[in-house]
């Protein structure tokens, strides 16, 4: 008799906390999870320093 563990997966979309990053030298935008896709982190043109970029926080301020 075998036992079958099931364990639940639970699919939850994920949250992406999409910290961009800029190639210093050539100043390619990279997403962390296209970094994280690759097998080192380098860019495209072969530099592999990035600067985190933070994204614009954009406030609505109503105008009276
Ligand atoms: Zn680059």
Known sequence: MA???TEEIEETP???FDVNY??????TIV???ELS??????CIC???VF???RPPVVKTV???
Not at 22 to 27: I, N, P, S, V
Not at 37 to 42: G, S, Y
């Open 31 to 33: 997403s962390n999870t």
């Open 22 to 27: 800029a190639c210093l030298r050539c100043g």
């Open 62 to 64: 109503k105008a009276i």
């Open 37 to 42: 896709r690759l097998p080192e982190i380098k």
């Open 51 to 53: 600067t985190k970029v």
């Open 14 to 16: 994920v949250e992406t």
């Open 46 to 48: 072969g530099f592999r």
């Open 3 to 5: 036992e079958e563990i």
